[in-house]
């Protein structure tokens, strides 16, 4: 349960983000320095209860399931002491991606929560749809904040080499390019929400406009900047 909490699209990616756990379809995880901050801290306190458990009595089975969650949550431990990057081992969705690099032609809200929105985030009452709407506001947070750590990152000469910004940035160039009525975005919420009350489109298309649009505007400047003392070296041997 914690963990959805601080991975809210865990819960709608395994479809149980309803009931009881309805509040976490409004949210998305914080991809700022205080918020994966704060997830570093709840990840600790967790390793030291993991590690406290008696496993006097429990059956073999329940033992390896305990074993497996504290190596995970030691390998999220260890990442989050690094003072860079992207820590997402946890996260049931991208676990596979943790990266030197908080925004890569791989990593990154741009790439992931406009399709997470689209294809798993379902609407089926007008509550669904303000969730969505919610999650629209969000995904501007965790853009800005993911540029907010590129700009940190940069100061520790921590910079993806310049041929993996090349594709960011065409990459972030489409996610920003073409009428904002047209985005996937908006589009995925207008089509589901046509027979609905409250306009959900025109609400969708204003937060895109004044909000998700100006935070991929800043990523791009903020990727751009990166490109112009990027090289071509790729081993992470160049990194602190």
Known sequence: EELLVDYPETATSLGIDKEERSALKAKLTDRSAAGQEAIARRVAKRLERLKGVDTTGISEATRIDLD???????????????????????????????????????????????????????????????????????????????????????????????????????????????SIKDWPLVVSLAKRTQKMRGNFAAQAEKIASSKIGPALDRQIAEIKAHRQRATSDAGVWKLP
């Open 68 to 178: 497996v969650m504290r190596t995970a949550h030691e390998f999220a431990h260890e990442g989050f002491a690094f003072p860079y990057g992207d820590v997402a081992f946890l996260n049931l969705n991208w676990s596979w991606r943790n990266a030197p690099y908080v925004v890569a032609q791989n990593t990154g809200a741009f790439l992931e929560i406009p399709s997470l929105l689209d294809e798993l985030h379902t609407i089926e009452t007008p509550a669904d749809a303000d969730a969505y709407l919610a999650r629209l506001e969000a995904y501007a947070g965790q853009l800005d904040g993911e540029t907010a750590r590129l700009k940190s990152a940069a100061a520790q000469n921590v910079i993806a080499p310049d041929f993996l910004l090349d594709k960011t940035l065409a990459q972030l160039e489409i996610a920003r390019g073409g």
